[in-house]
């Protein structure tokens, strides 16, 4: 590999028909790990889309001098099998088809001599939990055991410079120790877009892409957090001073305006007196107003450069405070949810006996591939059970992984007006602006957003229902939430007042979410199919 594995130059960005998302981007990315942050809406994700040459960059270039793998943050949906997933099914087929006996030269071209392609089809399956089944769907796996597999296969590729984006999003936590494991032993270096702490305190340095372009940190998440905050309190301070200048100035000019004043009024007196010859007191009088229209010109532009070093203070100061996300005070409900003999679809196969009060905040938690998506989405009454019954309040709200509950071609305007009907267009702007969609973003096509606005969309429908959710359904909510947004989570979930099933392998979200009780779903043991 070279010194570098990525250069960009000038780079810049911009979706058709819209401002630039980030212009003026040099990087430069070596071996080692480095790590991407920023509030959602940056553009991380379309960042990464522009290294790999997924996208065409509006401006500048990107150079890249090492072989790439590329793990994205939203994958199409796929109907065919895991191994055809995996792009293996036609060698393993071919295999299959030569030991039994086929001379058929159409099969050894396939295969092209890769007489491993069966047992490295095992391991991949082996290191995501998962049977040895050549005709699995890919559809039937979940979000964690197909990331996993994803990631076997890039890791195996061990000269190649790997571009994560949110890899931990559909981990469990024994998922995310082994993604950080082999972070570590991956020799071709690494990019990790994330806003999981426990991941980033393992990389090298940090990028953060902000409005005024790409700032690198040195060290993880704790030296990233330390020196962020030191630049907060600067920023603080810079604009309190520019203030104080400001209020200086103002006293400045005051004072120079009332000696100009009575400077003309002295003029005027003057003028008065006959014994003046008229020609000098015209020539006065035209100093007079020559040097007011300098005073006011002077004035003028030190004021506006004033009012631009203010704003240039102020931006710097947004940059580093959080978004507004409160998910509100909602009044108390008397809803509460009973399962008895429930036994999901899909994962956990033991009939499930729970009683949630009203008000409890239930942690929902197994491995990948226990069912725990499958279960909320049966509360919710979208699947149906392989046994037993539910009984809930009427109105409950299931933000899933995938945000089905928001049309990706409808804008977040018209997303959150049909999920919280009944407030005034100017009122829906507001809630917007709230988690920082403003003004032409509100009107975007809801698929053009991030993994963290769509989250957060999708939890304004309950902040702003005029009639309250008495039942929230969570299903790992703080995936795709840049790291400010993810601490309001966590103080916004501490004052919901209705009842709560979350779905969770962040430990500081658990902790912050007043959980009263647990309830672990276990991974059905799996029997080992021998296939292709």
């Given at each position: 590999?070279?010194?570098?594995?990525?250069?960009?130059?000038?780079?810049?960005?911009?979706?058709?028909?819209?401002?630039?998302?980030?212009?003026?981007?040099?990087?430069?990315?070596?071996?080692?790990?480095?790590?991407?942050?920023?509030?959602?809406?940056?553009?991380?994700?379309?960042?990464?889309?522009?290294?790999?040459?997924?996208?065409?960059?509006?401006?500048g270039?990107?150079?890249?001098?090492?072989?790439?793998?590329?793990?994205?943050?939203?994958?199409?949906?796929?109907?065919?099998?895991?191994a055809?997933?995996?792009?293996?099914?036609?060698?393993?087929t071919?295999?299959?088809?030569?030991?039994?006996?086929?001379?058929?030269?159409?099969?050894?071209?396939?295969?092209?001599?890769?007489?491993?392609?069966?047992e490295?089809?095992?391991?991949?399956?082996?290191?995501?939990?998962?049977?040895?089944?050549?005709?699995?769907?890919?559809?039937?796996?979940?979000?964690?055991?197909?990331?996993?597999?994803?990631?076997?296969?890039?890791?195996?590729?061990?000269?190649?410079?790997?571009?994560?984006?949110?890899?931990?999003?559909?981990?469990?936590?024994?998922?995310?120790?082994?993604?950080?494991e082999?972070?570590?032993?991956?020799?071709?270096?690494?990019?990790?877009?994330?806003?999981?702490?426990?991941?980033?305190?393992?990389?090298?340095?940090?990028?953060?892409l902000?409005?005024?372009?790409?700032?690198?940190?040195?060290?993880?998440?704790?030296?990233?957090?330390?020196?962020?905050?030191?630049?907060?309190?600067?920023?603080?301070?810079?604009?309190?001073?520019?203030?104080?200048e400001?209020?200086?100035?103002?006293?400045?000019?005051?004072?120079?305006?009332?000696?100009?004043?009575?400077?003309?009024q002295?003029?005027?007196?003057?003028?008065?007196?006959?014994?003046?010859?008229t020609?000098?007191?015209?020539?006065?009088?035209?100093?007079?107003?020559?040097?007011?229209?300098?005073?006011?010109?002077?004035?003028r532009?030190?004021?506006?450069?004033?009012?631009?070093?203010?704003?240039?203070?102020?931006?710097?100061?947004?940059?580093?405070?959080?978004?507004?996300?409160?998910?509100?005070?909602?009044?108390?409900?008397?809803?509460?949810?009973?399962?008895?003999?429930?036994?999901?679809?899909?994962?956990?196969?033991?009939?499930?006996?729970?009683?949630?009060a009203?008000?409890?905040?239930?942690?929902?938690?197994?491995?990948?591939?226990?069912?725990?998506?499958?279960?909320?989405?049966?509360?919710?009454?979208?699947?149906?059970?392989?046994?037993?019954?539910?009984?809930?309040?009427?109105?409950?709200?299931?933000?899933?992984q995938?945000?089905?509950?928001?049309?990706?071609?409808?804008?977040?305007?018209?997303?959150?007006?049909?999920?919280?009907?009944?407030?005034?267009?100017?009122?829906?702007?507001?809630?917007?602006?709230?988690?920082?969609?403003?003004?032409?973003?509100?009107?975007?096509?809801?698929?053009?957003?991030?993994?963290?606005?769509?989250?957060?969309?999708?939890?304004?429908?309950?902040?702003?229902?005029?009639?309250?959710?008495?039942?929230?359904?969570?299903?790992?909510?703080?995936?795709?939430l840049?790291?400010?947004?993810?601490?309001?989570?966590?103080?916004?979930?501490?004052?919901?007042?209705?009842?709560?099933?979350?779905?969770?392998h962040?430990?500081?979200?658990?902790?912050?979410?007043?959980?009263?009780?647990?309830?672990?779903?276990?991974?059905?043991?799996?029997?080992?199919?021998?296939?292709?």
């Amino acid at each position: 590999m070279t010194a570098f594995a990525i250069l960009t130059h000038q780079l810049g960005f911009a979706p058709p028909g819209h401002d630039l998302v980030f212009h003026g981007i040099d990087a430069r990315y070596a071996t080692g790990r480095h790590a991407l942050v920023g509030r959602n809406g940056s553009g991380k994700s379309l960042f990464a889309r522009l290294l790999v040459g997924d996208l065409p960059p509006t401006q500048g270039q990107v150079v890249r001098h090492a072989a790439l793998a590329y793990l994205p943050q939203r994958w199409p949906a796929f109907a065919g099998s895991v191994a055809k997933r995996l792009g293996m099914h036609d060698k393993l087929t071919a295999l299959q088809r030569i030991e039994a006996g086929s001379v058929d030269p159409v099969d050894f071209h396939v295969l092209d001599e890769d007489w491993d392609v069966r047992e490295r089809f095992r391991r991949w399956l082996a290191a995501a939990g998962l049977p040895d089944d050549i005709a699995r769907p890919w559809e039937s796996l979940s979000g964690g055991e197909r990331v996993r597999l994803q990631l076997t296969a890039m890791f195996e590729q061990a000269d190649h410079f790997l571009i994560l984006d949110e890899p931990g999003n559909h981990l469990d936590r024994r998922g995310r120790g082994w993604l950080r494991e082999r972070l570590h032993a991956h020799a071709g270096g690494c990019l990790l877009i994330s806003h999981d702490r426990e991941l980033l305190d393992d990389v090298d340095c940090i990028d953060e892409l902000g409005p005024h372009g790409l700032r690198r940190y040195g060290g993880g998440y704790a030296a990233y957090a330390t020196q962020r905050q030191t630049d907060a309190q600067a920023a603080e301070r810079q604009l309190d001073q520019a203030r104080r200048e400001q209020k200086a100035l103002e006293r400045r000019q005051q004072r120079d305006r009332e000696r100009l004043a009575q400077r003309q009024q002295k003029a005027d007196r003057e003028r008065g007196n006959a014994n003046l010859p008229t020609i000098l007191l015209d020539r006065r009088k035209q100093r007079s107003e020559d040097t007011g229209a300098r005073l006011h010109t002077s004035q003028r532009l030190q004021r506006e450069r004033q009012h631009e070093r203010i704003s240039q203070a102020r931006a710097r100061v947004e940059q580093h405070r959080s978004q507004r996300f409160d998910l509100g005070e909602l009044p108390a409900t008397h809803a509460s949810l009973q399962l008895e003999g429930l036994v999901p679809p899909h994962g956990h196969a033991q009939p499930i006996d729970l009683h949630l009060a009203p008000g409890e905040r239930l942690h929902l938690d197994g491995d990948n591939g226990s069912g725990k998506s499958s279960l909320l989405a049966t509360i919710l009454g979208r699947l149906p059970p392989r046994s037993g019954s539910i009984r809930r309040g009427e109105r409950a709200l299931l933000i899933d992984q995938h945000y089905s509950l928001l049309r990706d071609d409808w804008s977040a305007l018209d997303n959150l007006h049909a999920l919280s009907p009944g407030h005034s267009p100017t009122r829906y702007r507001e809630y917007l602006a709230g988690i920082g969609l403003r003004a032409e973003r509100a009107d975007l096509p809801t698929g053009m957003l991030s993994g963290g606005e769509r989250v957060k969309l999708a939890l304004l429908a309950l902040d702003s229902a005029i009639e309250p959710y008495d039942l929230l359904l969570l299903d790992e909510p703080d995936s795709h939430l840049d790291l400010d947004s993810r601490l309001l989570l966590e103080q916004a979930l501490a004052t919901y007042r209705g009842s709560l099933v979350l779905v969770s392998h962040d430990a500081g979200l658990i902790a912050q979410a007043g959980i009263t009780r647990r309830l672990r779903l276990h991974k059905p043991l799996a029997h080992t199919t021998r296939g292709g």
